[in-house]
């Protein structure tokens, strides 16, 4: 492959809103924080709408406990980067299920926020590429395909039209993107320098979540990863610090 082709293309900026989906607090924190910060600075509205409360990420913490103490931090941590609307769904974090219901809340969601841009996370298998990837979480997959399904079902009236009769939610089809932090094969990236200090200060706000993962300072820990993934993306964009996205243009 050629330098030019296997460079990042810039993403879209022509939108106004966004709405990102994923499955659970921290997702966002380490997939996109350092774009969505750049975002909102520029008077762009993001949402965040998560699909679990991540009662199940902790181990030392009952469920019922660790579904408050991560959602004060995702909504803290939310409003680092400019974000103050986080939803939640209440799928169950561990053994989120794709199929109709999930679609629905999603297509639901996007009708009420009526984004042009639609963020979510890895819904591939793998983590990175070839025989070292990773397995892929069951909850990232349903819910990054969902999100997928849920941008074509939220402009047609005939799917789930109970969102209508039931909500008032007419049909939007305005999504004219949806982009995947976190994917194997990533299209398009966006400049992390001006958002990617307050992305570490957002991973941070997972202080919880973090303190149970590692024994590392958090601090250090936060920008670590966060900058090793940026340098790690720059190097297809120019030099430049970058996130990647794989964006599916519709």
């Known amino acids: 492959m050629t330098e030019s082709m ?10 106004q809103r966004a709405l990102a989906v994923v499955a659970h607090p921290d997702d966002l924190e380490y997939g996109c924080a350092a774009a969505v ?40 941590s939310a409003a680092v980067v400019g974000v103050s609307t986080v939803e939640f769904l209440d799928h169950r974090d561990g053994v989120v299920e794709y199929g109709p219901d999930l679609r629905r809340d999603i297509a639901a969601a996007i009708r009420r926020h009526r984004p042009e841009l639609v963020i979510t996370l890895n819904h591939r298998d793998i983590w990175g590429q070839g025989p070292g990837g990773l397995w892929n979480t069951p909850d990232h997959r349903a819910v990054g395909r969902a999100t ?14 109970e969102l209508i009769s039931e909500q008032g939610l007419e049909p939007w089809n ?12 990533p299209t398009h990236a966006a400049d992390a320098r001006p958002g990617l200090e307050r ?23 936060a920008r ?12 297809r964009f120019g030099g430049r610090p970058a996130v990647a996205f794989e964006v599916f243009p519709r």
Not at 6 to 15: F, G
């Open 37 to 76: 910060a750049d975002w909102t600075d520029g008077g762009r509205e993001v949402v965040y709408l998560l699909a679990t409360r991540g009662e199940a990420g902790i181990d030392t913490l009952a469920p019922a406990e660790c579904a408050s103490v991560r959602e004060a931090e995702q909504r803290a």
């Open 174 to 185: 305005g999504v004219r993107w949806v982009a995947v932090a976190g994917s194997s094969t």
């Open 224 to 235: 670590g990863f966060l900058t090793r993934n940026a340098e790690q993306t720059g190097a």
């Open 199 to 221: 992305s570490v200060k957002s991973l941070m706000e997972h202080r919880a979540y973090i303190e149970a993962l590692t024994d590392e300072d958090c601090e250090t820990y």
């Open 148 to 161: 997928l399904d849920a941008a074509g079902d939220a402009g047609n009236r005939w799917i789930f039209p």
């Open 6 to 15: 296997d460079q990042l293309q810039p993403m879209p900026t022509d939108w």
